[in-house]
């Protein structure tokens, strides 16, 4: 299994998932072992705000992306892909990763006014 964690300075898990270039990538072996993070870093035409769904993306074949924020859009794009979308407060990519597994992971800390600029976007965005 593949888990990616939003972060632009490939340090910590950040937010706007959506319009994220910078991604960790853990590969998770039967075991439940984290391997060490491949760092992924999208072209802007790959961000997934602007990506098209017909063609491959580096991020196929991940089964979760996690990020600090995320808009409704986003959620549903992530699904259709077959990707869950997953909010956390946790900034530790690596223990973020083991939290999700584990089913214990931190909620999204509350953003009023980020989640309204979110819907916002979302109803110009093509990802409905």
Do not use: N
Not at 40 to 66: K, S, T, Y
Not at 77 to 102: C, F, I, S, Y
């Amino acid at each position: 299994m593949r888990v990616a964690v939003a972060s632009s300075d490939f340090a910590s898990v950040t937010g706007h998932a959506g319009r994220a270039r910078r991604f960790l990538v853990y590969t998770i072996d039967t075991a439940g072992t984290l391997s060490a993070p491949e760092r992924v870093e999208l072209p802007p035409e790959m961000v997934f705000h602007h990506f098209q769904d017909d063609r491959p993306h580096p991020l196929d074949g991940i089964a979760a992306l996690i990020t600090l924020s995320a808009g409704e859009g986003f959620v549903k794009h992530m699904a259709a892909r077959g990707v869950e979308a997953v909010q956390t407060a946790e900034t530790d990519p690596a223990k973020a990763v083991r939290d999700h597994l584990g089913h214990h992971l931190a909620p999204p800390r509350p953003r009023p006014i980020g989640a309204l600029l979110c819907k916002v976007f979302d109803l110009f965005s093509k990802h409905k």
